[in-house]
């Protein structure tokens, strides 16, 4: 029997849950018709893209009306900053953060070099924390919009999105949070604490549903110009025949994600402090990187100085069939060090040795001992091999 994969790269994305791929398999087979057409035999996809909508909504405490479906977490992004630019005529500012995922920097730069927008990025200290006085300096009567993630992929660092939203709108901007990383992971409610968000970004793949989808929110009211024009579909605001199989996936997801999210915040954030404290007290020279105050209960970024991440991935693999991530996954084949580490500040010869770990409520017991076990000789033996490791 062939030895188990040990899936601690939940960050990057996560299995299809059972229940989710069941909900699915009908709208891929008997359930083919377009939701849109007008005989009866397009009633249960239209009823199921509906029912997708409601649950989406329940877990965000969104109305059902307030639910755009997009093809993933990246054009969800791209559609609020670019209609932010539509719509605030005037306001040629963005503000954001150096420590943003890809889809929300290089769509900033895209804006800046053909639109002529200008952007300002928040800095993060030593353990990537924003500072709310540099934001209140920053978003000024031009700014059209701010946008802040919710949580980080490669720290799990969690923002203060209330308060940021709050100076947005004082300053009359709208706000926008791309909370890929967070959904599932800890609370999210636009109707209590979160009134001030505006739009908000979600991603099925990263909470167990398939990958190709993802959500618009948009609060009711807020202006928006859609970033893909063409047929009515989404209440005309994304055109493209809705993937309904997949919308459906993504609905139950959201629905098993309020179910298990007390679960996240307890097992799976023990799982994952058990982790963290055997590491650093069996590995010399670790440290862990972000706030440790406020971050993802499933999210370990940690450093062993004076070797290379990327060679801790491989013998990981080798020892144990063990996957993870040695920065962000869209990062991982270019040796670069990660954007969100640099801005951190990190001293080299930590940078270029981190290793992120993210679990999930599929990771077991058993999955903690093995890596416990096998990652201290493996630094051990890097350490030998390495220049920096005979030095330090
Ligand atoms: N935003 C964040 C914070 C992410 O981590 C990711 C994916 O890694 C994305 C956006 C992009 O999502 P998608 O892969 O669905 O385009």
């Known amino acids: 029997m062939s030895q188990p994969i040990i899936y601690l790269d939940n960050n990057a994305t996560t299995c299809v849950a059972p229940e989710v791929f069941q909900a699915m398999a009908p709208f891929l087979q008997q359930e083919y018709a377009n939701p849109s057409s007008v005989y009866p035999f397009a009633g249960a996809p239209a009823a199921a893209l509906e029912k997708a909508r409601g649950q989406v909504a329940s877990l965000l405490g969104a109305t059902p009306g307030e639910i755009v479906f997009t093809s993933c977490g990246s054009e969800s992004d791209n559609a609020a900053l670019r209609s932010a ?177 007390q679960e996240e915040n307890t097992r799976v954030k023990a799982l994952r402090d058990r982790l963290q404290e055997g590491l650093l007290a069996t590995c010399p020279d670790a440290m862990v990187n972000g706030d440790l105050e406020h971050r993802l209960p499933n999210t370990l970024n940690i450093c ?29 084949g270019s040796l670069e060090p990660s954007h969100v580490l640099r801005a951190m500040g990190l001293d080299y010869k930590a940078l270029h040795g981190t290793v992120r770990l993210s679990l999930s409520r599929y990771t077991t017991d058993q999955d903690i001992d093995t890596v416990l076990e096998v990652m201290p000789p493996i630094i051990r033996n890097l350490r030998d091999l390495s220049p920096f490791g005979r030095e330090g």
């Not at 995922?101 to 002529?116: F, K, M, Q, S, V």
């Not at 070797?307 to 693999?317: F, K, Q, V």
Request: aromatic share 6%; hydrophobic share 40%.
């Open 85 to 261: 630019i539509k719509t605030q005529a005037g306001r040629r500012n963005l503000v954001t953060t150096c420590v943003e995922h890809p889809a929300i920097l290089n769509t900033c730069r895209d804006l800046a070099e053909y639109a002529g927008i200008h952007v300002d990025y928040l800095s993060v200290d030593s353990h990537g924390r924003l500072d709310l006085d540099e934001a209140r300096a920053l978003i000024t009567e031009e700014t059209a919009m701010v946008s802040v993630m919710f949580a980080n992929n490669e720290t799990g660092n969690i923002y203060p999105i209330r308060e940021l939203a709050r100076l947005a709108h004082q300053r009359g901007a709208l706000f926008h949070t791309d909370a890929v990383q967070a959904i599932g992971k800890v609370p999210i409610d636009l109707s209590k604490e979160l009134t001030e968000v505006d739009f908000l970004s979600l991603s099925g793949h990263k909470f167990h549903a398939p990958k190709g989808v993802g959500v618009l929110y948009r609060r009711s009211f807020a202006p928006f110009a859609p970033y893909l024009t063409g047929g009515h579909q989404e209440h005309m605001l994304r055109a493209g025949t809705e993937n309904v199989a997949s919308i459906v996936g993504l609905g139950e997801a959201a629905r098993l994600a309020q179910e298990h999210i």
């Open 304 to 332: 062993f100085k004076y070797i290379e991440g990327e060679s801790i991935l491989l013998r990981l693999w080798d020892r144990a069939r063990v996957c993870a991530s040695s920065g962000s996954a869209c990062t991982t």
